[in-house]
């Protein structure tokens, strides 16, 4: 019998965003197949708090912080070396540049030859990077996952040798989004009503998609005047994309819900369509995700890793340009047909079952684990 492992995970982050989520799982994964698992973020946001209510081990006393004074830094690294230490950690798997390069000055084993292995996550394109510092960075690195086959190229592509590299699937909140929300209570709270409603989840941040997303909505329009936009979450746009929304003349058919959390079940029963048109911070797009969970039917730009989790004409549509018509024309086919909208949900829901389940991408990572201890 092969014995539990001992892990660390670190992840330089503090907002519930891009890494956070799947770094949860991930761990969660890990502890339900019997490891330790200790976790390490980026103290006083939600990152923390939602790692606290997941009942996870977190490490005390870190700053985690990029940009930290240097006796901030140190305390980190005797604090991690202890720990390393104390605990007799296994290996160590590292999620943003920080961590990993912090994750090399703490890896010194307690006992035994050799040096802790340190893994890596990338979970977007830019944070895989070339020249000759990252270049001394792979090198000691025992393997990395990639959360897209395109990131998964990129390693490959710089430099990272074939056998390190590891492609690893998005993980869907399944149990949470078992589809038994009541849409009424949404509904009923934007006075919606029985009409057609598209929802998209994304920070308003530049390069999001949410300009070519209303552009395509206002044609939409001219087809279905009744439809409703309901554009889901925060960010420093918000008030250029008020402005934007009203010059178009969309200010009765827009609605900005501001930040859901706790009641995004709801929201996205309430949809009869999920539109999708960036990747964002975490290229695995667990918007997309939750909406397939949902089983609502996507609408997504072929971006990051929505061409890997949407099945074309099956679970939704793929947008292949940046085409206000295109977008326009994919949420008509996908609106004017409630049946198939509901088929594909339903389709959806499935391929977030077989697809995306948590036990296939904890089953790779510890699969890379064993090889490496």
């Given at each position: 019998?092969?014995?539990?492992l001992r892990i660390l995970h670190l992840a330089?982050?503090?907002?519930?965003?891009?890494?956070?989520?799947?770094?949860?799982?991930?761990?969660?994964?890990?502890?339900?197949?019997?490891?330790?698992?200790?976790?390490?973020?980026?103290?006083?946001?939600?990152?923390?708090?939602?790692?606290?209510?997941?009942?996870?081990?977190?490490?005390?006393?870190?700053?985690?912080?990029?940009?930290?004074?240097?006796?901030?830094?140190?305390?980190?690294?005797?604090?991690?070396?202890?720990?390393?230490?104390?605990?007799?950690?296994?290996?160590?798997?590292?999620?943003?540049?920080?961590?990993?390069?912090?994750?090399?000055?703490?890896?010194?084993?307690?006992?035994?030859?050799?040096?802790?292995?340190?893994?890596?996550?990338?979970?977007?394109?830019?944070?895989?990077?070339?020249?000759?510092?990252?270049?001394?960075?792979?090198?000691?690195?025992?393997?990395?996952?990639?959360?897209?086959?395109?990131?998964?190229?990129?390693?490959?592509?710089?430099?990272?040798?074939?056998?390190?590299?590891?492609?690893?699937?998005?993980?869907?909140?399944?149990?949470?989004?078992?589809?038994?929300?009541?849409?009424?209570?949404?509904?009923?709270?934007?006075?919606?009503?029985?009409?057609?409603?598209?929802?998209?989840?994304?920070?308003?941040?530049?390069?999001?998609?949410?300009?070519?997303?209303?552009?395509?909505f206002r044609l939409l329009l001219g087809a279905?005047?009744?439809?409703?936009?309901?554009?889901?979450?925060?960010?420093?746009?918000?008030?250029?994309?008020?402005?934007?929304?009203?010059?178009?003349?969309?200010?009765?058919?827009?609605?900005?819900?501001?930040?859901?959390?706790?009641?995004?079940?709801?929201?996205?029963?309430?949809?009869?369509?999920?539109?999708?048109?960036?990747?964002?911070?975490?290229?695995?797009?667990?918007?997309?995700?939750?909406?397939?969970?949902?089983?609502?039917?996507?609408?997504?730009?072929?971006?990051?890793?929505?061409?890997?989790?949407?099945?074309?004409?099956?679970?939704?549509?793929?947008?292949?340009?940046?085409?206000?018509?295109?977008?326009?024309?994919?949420?008509?086919?996908?609106?004017?047909?409630?049946?198939?909208?509901?088929?594909?949900?339903?389709?959806?829901?499935?391929?977030?079952?077989?697809?995306?389940?948590?036990?296939?991408?904890?089953?790779?990572?510890?699969?890379?684990?064993?090889?490496?201890?």
């Amino acid at each position: 019998m092969t014995r539990p492992l001992r892990i660390l995970h670190l992840a330089a982050n503090r907002w519930w965003t891009g890494s956070a989520d799947p770094t949860i799982r991930l761990v969660a994964g890990l502890r339900a197949r019997g490891h330790r698992v200790w976790l390490g973020v980026t103290p006083g946001d939600r990152f923390e708090t939602k790692a606290r209510e997941a009942g996870l081990d977190l490490v005390r006393g870190l700053r985690l912080r990029a940009r930290a004074e240097p006796v901030a830094f140190v305390r980190d690294v005797l604090r991690l070396r202890a720990l390393v230490r104390v605990e007799e950690i296994d290996l160590i798997h590292t999620h943003h540049s920080h961590d990993h390069w912090l994750s090399l000055l703490i890896r010194a084993r307690r006992s035994g030859p050799g040096r802790l292995p340190v893994l890596r996550t990338f979970h977007n394109l830019r944070s895989v990077n070339r020249g000759r510092t990252a270049a001394h960075l792979y090198r000691r690195t025992a393997a990395v996952f990639a959360v897209s086959r395109q990131i998964e190229a990129r390693c490959r592509e710089i430099g990272i040798p074939g056998a390190r590299v590891f492609w690893i699937p998005a993980m869907a909140d399944l149990p949470r989004f078992d589809c038994g929300a009541d849409p009424a209570l949404i509904r009923d709270e934007f006075e919606l009503g029985d009409a057609p409603i598209i929802v998209s989840v994304s920070r308003l941040t530049p390069n999001r998609g949410h300009d070519l997303l209303l552009a395509g909505f206002r044609l939409l329009l001219g087809a279905m005047p009744a439809a409703r936009l309901l554009l889901v979450g925060k960010g420093e746009s918000r008030a250029r994309l008020e402005q934007l929304v009203a010059e178009l003349g969309l200010t009765r058919h827009v609605i900005f819900t501001g930040y859901r959390d706790r009641d995004l079940p709801a929201v996205l029963a309430a949809a009869d369509c999920f539109a999708l048109m960036g990747a964002g911070s975490d290229e695995s797009c667990r918007a997309a995700l939750e909406a397939m969970a949902a089983a609502r039917p996507v609408v997504a730009r072929r971006v990051g890793a929505l061409p890997e989790t949407i099945a074309h004409g099956e679970t939704g549509l793929l947008v292949e340009d940046d085409r206000p018509q295109s977008v326009a024309a994919a949420l008509s086919s996908v609106l004017a047909d409630r049946g198939r909208a509901h088929a594909m949900g339903a389709a959806g829901r499935r391929r977030a079952e077989h697809e995306f389940g948590p036990e296939r991408a904890v089953g790779t990572v510890e699969r890379i684990y064993r090889t490496l201890v």
